[in-house]
């Protein structure tokens, strides 16, 4: 790629060039915000130099207004920093922090305050916001009869409770006192389309209420610059090709058998990535943002329920393509979500859909869970015309997969662990679109492929402290890059992984590295759960609480605590915690929620999960 065009500058010629190395390939959202932080650092060096005239000096300086975020993927994230940014363009005090970087202690005195979070789960806040959605609903909230606030949710239409954390954190602040400056803004997978006119609302109350010169340099964001990572995004990815692509678990799989899949049949993957030439750089604990393709025979099926011919030209927003191509690239086909069911419901005049989207229906949330595109389009057949599908369609989803390796040990590669998945269910196979994507492909295959921070979860800075690691199944995918991160630097820490899958012969994902790195001292100490093995099903949160003992011992000690996997094992693992430290802190459940409270404040108790 060449270089950006240098204008005549100020600069010396090697900072000149490093400053165009460092824009090449962002966007126009990541420049904005680059330019606004730079302009904020000109802006401080400038009111140091200059004496401010009397007038200046006697006004009393405006309170600036405070951006919080809490994402667990990147996109609240993204979409408040985009808003820090047009605040800093226009000369309006701002501040962009983090939820779990916040004093809650400040927020009685908030004047002005924007909160972009997404929701995870049941209507569940990301990790990083847990500790200050608690403060928010606790006896400890203060009034806040003087605050003015809005609200944007991050969310996703295929869960029953869309935007839910946004909702209470908006409809809390309100019961405090907070005076709502404008309805709350709930953005499905196309953030822009809310993102965009919520932030230009914002901006407009901002200036009305921040009248005052352009803020100081240590408001400018307590997050740090992330360099070049950037280059690479979802919507220009890199071109990776496939070093190899492994089966790890047991091999009585049948890929083409038609029939009821048992446990026995898990097809976990192991897939190496070449990243060489991209510049990209992760950390252990950062996720792989991978582009898929839906399968032809999901799209066959899709065209075939609908009577539709994929030849058929299609424009919508700006973009002509045929239809097949919108279904095999640019369209959900797998997730449903409740504005395609309202249309289907509408197009079918199905009385019992319409009943099932009604608020408060419990069957709602059944049917997003068991049923795909294809099976309601069979369930309810419908009219349809290829605008029309088009149109009704979501965008394709991310889909992102922790990064189960460490560059420090595999160079410039990028590895990942993931489980196929597959199943028969309304008398059909079904197969996940990007694992069934990505199972399919061969040695040689081109990948488009992004990096998508996970800044909470880290390898600790301090390369003494112990950390346990609790990752059944896939969940154990970061895990492997910890252990080799840790080895490689030398960490003095102790590293003890806790893992479970269904069965020890066909399940044990990574054994043989785990054997080798516990005989190298890489892996300090490994304890296993195998749910079926036995007539007493054994999950991960019961072998913690047989080593509660150690367990509260080491996290007393210092150490960080990790966790990866399905969210229902998140909260049960949560659960086995609060109870191990309950019953060694003296039986105070109250002190046991505090202090694990406190650890995810930290950053000492970390979760990755979905």
Same mark, same amino acid.
């Given at each position: 790629?060449?270089?950006?065009?240098?204008?005549?500058?100020?600069?010396?010629?090697?900072?000149?060039?490093?400053?165009?190395?460092?824009?090449?390939?962002?966007?126009?959202?990541?420049?904005?915000?680059?330019?606004?932080?730079?302009?904020?650092?000109?802006?401080?060096?400038?009111?140091? *130099?200059?004496?401010?005239?009397?007038?200046?000096?006697?006004?009393?300086?405006?309170?600036?207004?405070?951006?919080?975020?809490?994402?667990?993927?990147?996109?609240?994230?993204?979409?408040?920093?985009?808003?820090?940014?047009?605040?800093?363009? *226009?000369?309006?005090?701002?501040?962009?922090?983090?939820?779990?970087?916040?004093?809650?202690?400040?927020?009685?005195?908030?004047?002005?305050?924007?909160?972009?979070?997404?929701?995870?789960?049941?209507?569940?806040?990301?990790?990083?916001?847990?500790?200050?959605?608690?403060?928010?609903?606790?006896?400890?909230?203060?009034?806040?009869?003087?605050?003015?606030?809005?609200?944007?949710?991050?969310?996703?239409?295929?869960?029953?409770?869309?935007?839910?954390?946004?909702?209470?954190?908006?409809?809390?602040?309100?019961?405090?006192?907070?005076?709502?400056?404008?309805?709350?803004?709930?953005?499905?997978?196309?953030?822009?389309?809310?993102?965009?006119?919520?932030?230009?609302?914002?901006?407009?109350?901002?200036?009305?209420?921040?009248?005052?010169?352009?803020?100081?340099?240590?408001?400018?964001?307590?997050?740090?610059? #992330?360099?070049?990572?950037?280059?690479?995004?979802?919507?220009?990815?890199?071109?990776?090709?496939?070093?190899?692509?492994? #089966?790890?678990?047991?091999?009585?799989?049948?890929?083409?058998?038609?029939?009821?899949?048992?446990?026995?049949?898990?097809?976990?993957?192991?897939?190496?990535?070449?990243?060489?030439?991209?510049?990209?750089?992760?950390?252990?604990?950062?996720?792989?943002?991978?582009?898929?393709?839906?399968?032809?025979?999901?799209?066959?099926?899709?065209?075939?329920?609908?009577?539709?011919?994929?030849?058929?030209?299609?424009?919508?927003?700006?973009?002509?393509?045929?239809?097949?191509?919108?279904?095999?690239?640019? &369209?959900?086909?797998?997730?449903?979500?409740?504005?395609?069911?309202?249309?289907?419901?509408?197009?079918?005049?199905?009385?019992?859909?319409?009943?099932?989207?009604?608020?408060?229906?419990?069957?709602?949330?059944?049917?997003?869970?068991?049923?795909?595109?294809?099976?309601?389009?069979?369930?309810?057949?419908?009219?349809?015309?290829?605008?029309?599908?088009?149109?009704?369609?979501?965008?394709?989803?991310?889909?992102?997969?922790?990064?189960?390796?460490? &560059?420090? &040990?595999?160079?410039?590669?990028?590895?990942?662990?993931?489980?196929?998945? #597959?199943?028969?269910?309304?008398?059909?196979?079904?197969?996940?679109?990007?694992?069934?994507?990505?199972?399919?492909?061969?040695?040689?295959?081109?990948?488009?492929?992004?990096?998508?921070?996970?800044?909470?979860?880290?390898?600790?800075?301090?390369?003494?402290?112990?950390?346990?690691?609790?990752?059944?199944?896939?969940?154990?995918?970061?895990?492997?890059?910890?252990?080799?991160?840790? *080895?490689?630097?030398?960490?003095?820490?102790?590293?003890?992984?806790?893992?479970?899958?269904?069965?020890?012969?066909?399940?044990?994902?990574?054994?043989?590295?785990?054997?080798?790195?516990?005989?190298?001292?890489?892996?300090?100490?490994?304890?296993?759960?195998?749910?079926?093995?036995?007539?007493?099903?054994?999950?991960?949160?019961?072998?913690?609480?047989?080593?509660?003992?150690?367990?509260?011992?080491?996290?007393?000690?210092?150490?960080?605590?990790?966790?990866?996997?399905?969210?229902?094992?998140?909260?049960?693992?949560?659960?086995?915690?609060?109870?191990?430290?309950?019953?060694?802190?003296?039986?105070?459940?109250?002190?046991?929620?505090?202090?694990?409270?406190?650890?995810?404040?930290?950053?000492?108790?970390?979760?990755?999960?979905?």
């Amino acid at each position: 790629m060449s270089q950006p065009a240098l204008l005549p500058t100020p600069l010396q010629p090697d900072t000149a060039n490093a400053l165009a190395r460092l824009v090449e390939g962002l966007d126009s959202s990541a420049l904005l915000w680059a330019s606004g932080y730079l302009a904020g650092l000109a802006r401080s060096s400038l009111s140091t *130099a200059i004496s401010a005239p009397p007038a200046a000096v006697a006004a009393a300086p405006v309170q600036p207004a405070t951006i919080l975020y809490g994402s667990q993927t990147g996109n609240a994230k993204r979409a408040a920093e985009a808003l820090h940014a047009a605040l800093q363009s *226009a000369g309006l005090p701002a501040r962009l922090l983090r939820t779990d970087a916040y004093a809650t202690r400040e927020l009685a005195n908030e004047k002005l305050l924007y909160v972009v979070i997404s929701t995870q789960g049941e209507g569940d806040p990301p990790d990083d916001a847990i500790g200050f959605v608690e403060f928010l609903h606790g006896k400890r909230a203060p009034k806040l009869g003087q605050l003015k606030y809005s609200v944007l949710g991050l969310g996703d239409t295929s869960y029953a409770d869309f935007c839910g954390a946004a909702r209470k954190i908006d409809a809390r602040l309100s019961e405090l006192g907070g005076s709502r400056l404008q309805a709350l803004g709930e953005a499905d997978l196309e953030v822009e389309l809310i993102a965009a006119p919520w932030r230009e609302q914002a901006l407009s109350h901002a200036k009305d209420l921040l009248k005052t010169a352009a803020p100081a340099a240590h408001l400018a964001t307590v997050t740090p610059l #992330r360099p070049l990572a950037a280059a690479w995004t979802h919507e220009k990815p890199f071109t990776a090709e496939v070093l190899g692509n492994q #089966r790890i678990t047991g091999r009585e799989y049948k890929p083409t058998a038609f029939r009821v899949y048992g446990p026995q049949d898990k097809d976990v993957r192991h897939i190496e990535l070449a990243l060489e030439g991209s510049g990209l750089a992760y950390e252990p604990g950062d996720a792989l943002g991978i582009i898929h393709r839906n399968t032809d025979a999901l799209i066959h099926s899709v065209l075939d329920v609908t009577k539709l011919n994929g030849d058929t030209s299609v424009t919508h927003n700006g973009q002509t393509l045929p239809l097949s191509q919108w279904l095999a690239e640019k &369209r959900e086909l797998t997730r449903l979500s409740k504005p395609l069911l309202t249309t289907l419901a509408e197009r079918a005049a199905a009385k019992d859909l319409k009943a099932l989207l009604e608020p408060g229906n419990a069957g709602f949330a059944a049917l997003l869970n068991d049923h795909q595109l294809i099976d309601a389009l069979r369930r309810w057949p419908a009219e349809w015309d290829a605008a029309a599908l088009v149109a009704a369609l979501r965008p394709q989803a991310k889909r992102l997969y922790s990064i189960a390796s460490s &560059r420090k &040990r595999v160079g410039e590669e990028a590895h990942l662990t993931l489980d196929v998945l #597959r199943y028969q269910a309304h008398g059909h196979e079904h197969i996940g679109a990007a694992s069934g994507f990505l199972a399919a492909l061969e040695e040689g295959a081109q990948l488009p492929v992004y990096i998508e921070p996970n800044e909470r979860f880290r390898v600790p800075s301090d390369s003494s402290r112990d950390i346990l690691m609790i990752g059944p199944g896939t969940g154990v995918a970061p895990f492997r890059g910890f252990v080799q991160e840790r *080895a490689e630097t030398g960490a003095s820490g102790r590293n003890w992984l806790f893992f479970g899958a269904q069965h020890f012969n066909t399940g044990f994902l990574y054994q043989v590295e785990w054997q080798d790195a516990l005989h190298k001292q890489e892996l300090h100490r490994l304890d296993l759960a195998f749910s079926r093995d036995q007539s007493e099903k054994i999950y991960v949160q019961q072998r913690l609480r047989e080593q509660g003992r150690d367990v509260y011992d080491w996290l007393q000690n210092g150490a960080h605590l990790y966790v990866c996997g399905a969210i229902k094992m998140g909260k049960d693992v949560h659960a086995a915690l609060l109870d191990i430290v309950t019953q060694h802190n003296g039986g105070n459940a109250e002190a046991a929620a505090e202090f694990l409270s406190t650890l995810q404040r930290e950053g000492r108790y970390a979760r990755d999960v979905y």
